[in-house]
């Protein structure tokens, strides 16, 4: 015995503890990695991110309603679907608005900002009036909700391996998109020297846009997934838009890796500390330590240091 | 001879970015009153070497001593009020301010926050700036908004903002860029005149311009000192021959 | 109801008498049912000969919308059948809607501009404690009047609102005893979000479960409003394996609670769960299978099998559409207007001193869908409180009814 | 002509400017609104404090802060305790467990007050922590950042951390701070009741002049070579540091003024308005405070003032008439702003009303002044 809990219990909790610190992580990455790709690579404060993520999660609820209605005994894998809808119809929104709103105002990073911020407020109006404004519930397939239990007393979520699972497979393409495509190499090209890039002959404004899209789309990914562990309403996807930027900060703009560091750090320290305090003070230290580590390292944690 | 009767004296000066040694165990010592002119194809190290003078850039290791006091501990601007001024490669000037403006805001006076809010334009401050301005051929230019100055010019405004606050270390980095030949010849007078009190370092490409202002000649290769003398000696030498062609 | 037309009938003859004196008057009251706006409104309100309008305060936009959508629809059907019915004192109802876009100080603007500009009778609005508070100084200064339909965590008593949800020990002691006594339980995990409401209301039960059910409080935790992390806090709770969870956690965390407490294999079969803060609203987002097996402690839900409440959940949903669910502070918002007509009949004036007097009076009693409610002195409900299991299709099961509970709201010795 | 005219005021231009927003503050508004919608203006005129302190940071010294909600709700909750206090006396907290502390420090069982409300007991202290706590506040916080030369998107973005930092911690204290409901309830000041019409109105007064004293001294800074300096360090900061200058300094001012500012509208807020609440620590008030900086003119002060005034009576006009379709049109205006008008409505000032303007003052000038050859006159105009 030990604190007059059992080992078992104890042993269990360990896993479960170290559990819930894995799938945050995974959640944290996946809302990072869209805005990594955005305002890492082309460093767009994009405040909308959030609802971006809002209609991934709404597409979900939108295909789980017609499959119910429609093609019920698909309602086990209607899932798998949705989720590339929501990447689809992300994708397609961001196209647009970096077609109107984002590719003027590349010279401007701050202003993205409040532009995109306009932005946020119309889309979760827009939300609001499409779907009510209450919150809304998507039927998941049982599978996705249960618990396994390798043990009698471990449980673990399986909403939260799937995650994790979504997590690994975007996470994967996009760094292999980014450092082993020749998208990637134009990207990264456009986003290190733009005149240069258009010099050399790549179609830059074209650039841009796949990779706006494809930044919004990932986060429809993310919202996807967040309908299985978080709500579904106009204003759901707002609530993480600073975690989201303080993952890629931390992490330090320049690199994916780094964004997968800080997300891993930041994940592991609050759900440690929220497990020894109240789930408030647990999400204050967490800011504190960042933004103190942020000042001690003002590039971020994967910055490399090159003359300027 | 000690380190204390050159005005510069650098010593197995160090700094590696991610491994990439740019400046590699350097030595270079400047006279009192020197013109130096410091050459070298690209990525030679040229422009770091400034950088860490000036402190833009900490070094990894050794030491940078401007008359016996260590620069390398110091923070950029105490290096500038020591009396070490630097031009960038690229003029940088306040676009929309005038040139009367930028003079004056490198007027070294009212450099804390408070003697900035209380700063006056005396007629001390009027006559300093009337003169640099002369030097720089820029006199009867005093209201025009340095935005609308020529490149040459830009260039001139810069090394005035330094004359201004009289430096004794005058750190100046490819001043003849995109120069007419004859803003070259009034640039190279210029700075013939201005090395008489105080010391300067030039990075230069264009060796005409060289050979007319430089009393010693430094040649730097992969952070290293290649070979050192006057203009002569270092065209005669064949590493630097090598170097040059090498390329 | 006799002397009720009695009154009627002598307010217009008194009416017409004066009538005779003033032509203009006498038409008037000869073409309007109700007495001369001269004598219903002493205090420039807006009242005409045929309308008194009245003020509907909700959020329809920000975080907040998602719960008070219910409420406002709620009020605007009472107005409608109440209108329907003839009105107050022979006048319609008209209402001026305004957003508090889930914003305090928007909330004491709004209120201000409805009290000091429209000059209405009467608002119906307000959801969080947080925006009552910031509508309370402007209320008292404007002596205006306000039915809020929230349950809440009492230690108020205004002169100037009509509180027609549950204030805390209402809807927190019967519960506790109810499972206690069903449930065996001695062990409880107290869970909440970060505010006055909850907190207020853990205290209330902390307090209860130990000196009252001589019960044991192994965990008492109170999480960020809008956090939708909670892996740790569910674990804590593992290692305490308490008999009840008893939950207050509101908004987006609600949901994200209920799925990531399903996702860890806490259900309803394994698990007893006891919550303050589910209503079918909130059920209509977390969804029903999340819930199953859950209990919730209100004082109404849509279930509820009276012809009442069948009769109402009917014409709500004629009004608002078939799958806009009805939650406890829907119905206790839809009470609001009712309970304003009758005081308002029994003043005979729209005067707020006159109504206020009424609704003290402590003869105010409506016929709710959640059955008979008594309007006591202290401005609260006299109601019961029942515990509904909850099913995957996002109705709950009544499974207990409580006898009828004095309003408290400042209980002593909590 | 003498220093106050060309420095305080900033010239004829500048002169003429203020003297049109006084006018509009001190009487065109009080005779033309009733005392609901003047009062609603005092509020918008404190958002302008914060406007303001944006046109300096962030238009002049372009240190973008989306933390200004911090300060706001700083110098807001330090004249909100000492209002409550004075609030909750023994004798009209009678029915509370402990009478005499305020009454949500009653509700989370907390019997005595806490040490850091006991100096709010003193107007004196409490005037005194509106600035100072602000400063000190931003000083750390500046001090910690720019010397280790933390600037952009990453100061913007920590600030704005730090915002919702302290917006969980005054939630979660509730026991210290009163929680979500912030501090509610005030009613006198010294006695003096601010609830009344009368007190409105002389609040109002006061905050309009704070206001224009604020632009005052704000103008005066720019046009000192201070003013010359930020806009150098906006631009060319590299250079201005090797002139010499500790930039950090100038940013760690720069920022504590803007603290300061931003925490007096804080603190006007709470007296017209009669309560405090987090809601204005937060992310989203800040945010909207930098809006209002954009599209008054982020170069402006009193293209701020404007701004403050348009969107927020915009607010609360289109939630009035159209309570769902507010957001759509806020949000058109964000970015119609950003995409249209980058420099505000200073901005369509400059290039559409001053060219009349000057116009017509050198008309005016030219009567007064004495008789000049037309043929002159006609070039000068084109000048012009």
Request: a neutral charge.
């Amino acid at each position: 015995m030990l604190f007059g809990y059992s080992f078992s219990d104890l042993g269990s909790i360990l896993v479960m503890q170290g559990f819930s610190g894995l799938s945050l992580f995974s959640v944290l990455l996946l809302m990072a990695l869209g805005l990594a790709i955005i305002f890492g690579q082309m460093g767009v404060i994009n405040m909308a991110h959030g609802e971006f993520m809002t209609i991934g999660a709404y597409t979900i609820y939108v295909v789980s309603k017609i499959t119910e209605k429609y093609f019920p005994e698909f309602m086990a894998y209607y899932f798998v679907v949705a989720i590339l809808a929501a990447f689809v119809i992300a994708f397609i929104v961001g196209y647009f608005v970096e077609f109107l709103l984002i590719r003027h105002l590349y010279k401007r990073p701050l202003d993205t900002l409040l532009a995109t911020w306009g932005l946020s407020l119309i889309m979760q109006q827009i939300f609001r009036s499409v779907f009510g404004g209450r919150e809304v519930s998507p039927t998941l397939p049982d599978w996705l909700m249960g618990a396994w239990a390798p043990t009698p007393n471990i449980d673990i979520p399986i909403n939260g391996l799937f995650v994790m699972v979504i997590t690994l497979i975007v996470t994967g393409a996009v760094i292999l998109a980014l450092y082993k495509s020749r998208w990637g190499l134009k990207v990264r090209a456009t986003t290190q020297n733009r005149m240069m890039a258009g010099a050399v002959g790549i179609n830059t404004q074209k650039v841009d846009r796949m990779t706006f899209a494809v930044g919004c789309g990932v986060a429809g990914i993310a919202g996807a997934a967040f309908t299985t562990i978080a709500s579904t309403g106009p204003t759901s996807g707002s609530t993480y838009i600073v975690d989201t930027f303080l993952v890629v900060v931390f992490g330090g703009t320049a690199s994916l890796l780094g964004t997968v560091a800080s997300a891993f750090s930041i994940s592991q320290a609050q759900s440690i500390l929220t497990f020894f305090m109240t789930n408030a003070m647990g999400k204050v230290v967490t800011l504190l330590a960042i933004i103190v580590i942020l000042m001690l390292r003002p590039e971020g944690l994967f910055a490399s240091k090159v003359r300027k | 001879m000690t380190n204390n009767d050159f005005v510069l004296a650098i010593e197995d000066l160090t700094v590696s970015f991610d491994g990439f040694k740019a400046v590699d165990s350097l030595n270079l010592y400047i006279d009192k009153n020197e013109l130096r002119v410091v050459i070298g194809p690209n990525g030679a190290g040229k422009t770091t070497v400034l950088d860490l003078i000036c402190g833009k850039t900490k070094a990894t290791g050794g030491s940078i001593k401007f008359k016996g006091k260590e620069l390398t501990k110091m923070a950029e601007h105490q290096i500038v009020r020591a009396g070490v001024g630097r031009k960038f490669q690229t003029p940088s000037i306040y676009e929309n301010l005038s040139v009367f403006e930028n003079l004056e805001i490198s007027f070294p006076r009212g450099r804390t926050v408070f003697g900035a809010l209380m700063f006056k334009r005396t007629v001390d401050v009027d006559m300093r700036i009337h003169e640099v301005a002369d030097m720089i051929y820029l006199s009867d230019l005093l209201e025009k908004e340095a935005g609308l100055l020529s490149h040459g010019q830009k260039q001139w405004l810069e090394i005035g903002m330094l004359l201004i606050q009289d430096p004794e270390l005058l750190m100046l980095d490819e001043p003849v860029a995109g120069m007419s030949v004859r803003e070259r010849e009034q640039t190279a007078d210029l700075l013939n005149r201005i090395c008489r009190d105080r010391s300067v370092i030039v990075i230069e490409h264009d060796m005409e311009f060289v050979k007319r202002i430089a009393h010693k000649v430094t040649v730097l290769h992969q952070g290293k000192i290649l070979s050192q003398g006057t203009m002569d000696q270092v065209q005669s030498d064949e590493r630097v021959i090598e170097v040059y062609l090498g390329h | 109801m006799i002397n009720k037309t009695e009154t009627k009938v002598w307010r217009s003859v008194r009416a017409a008498v004066r009538g005779l004196t003033l032509s203009s008057v006498l038409i008037a009251s000869a073409v309007y049912a109700g007495p001369p706006t001269a004598q219903v409104d002493t205090t420039g309100l807006a009242v005409t000969d045929d309308t008194v309008t009245v003020g509907i305060l909700h959020s329809l936009t920000g975080t907040m919308a998602i719960s008070e959508t219910g409420a406002q629809e709620a009020e605007k059907l009472a107005i409608e059948q109440i209108n329907a019915q003839g009105g107050v004192l022979g006048r319609k109802i008209k209402f001026i809607q305004e957003d508090g876009a889930s914003d305090w100080p928007t909330f004491a603007e709004k209120a201000k501009k409805l009290l000091e500009e429209n000059h209405v009778a009467a608002i119906f609005g307000c959801w969080t404690s947080a925006s009552r508070k910031a509508v309370l100084p402007v209320l008292e200064r404007d002596n205006g009047l306000l039915y809020y339909p929230t349950f809440y965590e009492g230690l108020e008593e205004s002169k100037n609102v009509i509180y027609t949800g549950q204030e805390a020990t209402q809807q927190v002691f019967a519960g506790l005893d109810w499972v206690a006594k069903n449930k065996k339980a001695k062990t409880y995990y107290l869970i909440g979000s970060d505010y006055i409401w909850p907190r207020t209301v853990m205290k209330l039960a902390r307090e209860y479960i130990t000196r009252v059910l001589h019960g044991q409080v192994v965990g008492e935790e109170y999480a960020a409003l809008g956090s939708t992390q909670f892996g740790s806090t569910i674990n804590k709770i593992r290692l305490k394996h308490p008999d009840v969870i008893y939950a207050a956690v509101v908004g987006g965390s609600n949901v994200a609670w209920f799925k990531q407490l399903k996702a860890a294999g806490i259900t309803g079969k394994k698990q007893t769960l006891l919550t303050l803060s589910v209503t079918e609203d909130e059920a209509h987002g977390i969804g029903g299978e999340n819930l199953k097996g859950f209990y919730s402690a209100m004082k109404y839900f849509q279930s509820l099998d009276t012809p009442e409440n069948k009769a109402f959940v009917a014409a709500f949903k004629k009004r608002w559409g078939e799958d806009a669910p009805i939650g406890d502070v829907t119905q206790a918002a839809y009470e609001g207007p009712w309970l304003w007509k009758k005081a308002v009949e029994m003043a005979g004036s729209f005067d707020t001193d006159k109504v206020v007097m009424a609704e003290q009076s402590g003869k105010i009693s409506f016929d709710a869908p959640e059955g008979m409610v008594y309007l006591e002195p202290n401005h609260h409900l006299k109601t019961r409180l029942r515990i509904g299991e909850w099913r995957d299709d996002g109705q709950a099961d009544i499974v207990y009814t409580s006898p009828y509970i004095m309003p408290n709201p400042f209980p002593k010795g909590y | 002509m003498n220093i106050f005219y060309d420095r305080w005021l900033g010239g004829r231009q500048g002169a003429i400017g203020l003297l049109l927003l006084a006018l509009l503050i001190f009487i065109v508004l009080p005779t033309f609104l009733d005392i609901y919608r003047l009062n609603n203006v005092g509020k918008y005129l404190t958002y302008a404090f914060a406007a303001v302190s944006l046109v300096m940071l962030w238009g002049h010294a372009g240190i973008l802060s989306l933390g200004q909600g911090i300060f706001f709700g700083v110098g807001g909750y330090c004249m909100a305790m000492f209002l409550k206090l004075e609030a909750s006396d023994p004798a009209s907290t009678a029915r509370q467990t402990t009478p005499g502390i305020p009454d949500f420090m009653d509700w989370n069982q907390i019997t005595q007050l806490p040490f850091f409300w006991e100096p709010f007991h003193s107007l004196t202290f409490t005037i005194i922590a509106i600035f100072v706590i602000p400063a000190v506040f931003a000083y750390v916080i500046g001090a910690a950042m720019f010397k280790r030369r933390v600037g952009g998107v990453y100061f913007a973005i920590i600030t704005q951390a730090i915002a919702a930092i302290l917006t969980i911690l005054v939630v979660g204290q509730q026991g210290y701070t009163g929680g979500i409901n912030g501090i509610t309830d005030l009613k006198t000041l010294h006695g003096w009741n601010i609830n009344t019409n009368s007190a409105k109105y002389i609040l109002y007064y006061i905050n309009g002049a704070l206001l224009i004293g604020v632009i005052l001294l704000c103008r005066y800074i720019l046009s000192s070579k201070l003013g010359r300096l930020l806009l150098a360090m906006r631009d060319k900061e590299d250079r201005v540091r090797f002139s010499g200058y500790d930039v950090s300094n100038f940013k760690i001012f720069v920022f504590s003024l803007a603290a300061i500012i931003s925490a007096l509208g804080g603190a006007m807020f709470t007296l017209q308005v009669g309560f405090m609440s987090p809601t204005f620590v937060g992310i989203v008030p800040s945010i909207e405070m930098v809006i209002l900086a954009a599209v008054g003119g982020r170069m402006s002060l009193i293209g701020a003032v404007y701004g403050a005034l348009l969107v927020n009576y915009g607010k609360s006009a289109f939630s009035e008439s159209f309570p769902a379709l507010w957001l759509f049109l806020m949000g058109g205006l964000f970015i119609g702003v950003v995409m249209f008008f980058p420099n505000g409505l200073a901005g369509l000032y400059q290039t559409y009303a001053k060219p009349t303007v000057d116009q017509f003052l050198e008309k005016f000038a030219r009567k007064s002044a004495v008789v000049q050859s037309t043929s002159l006159n006609e070039k000068k105009e084109v000048v012009e």
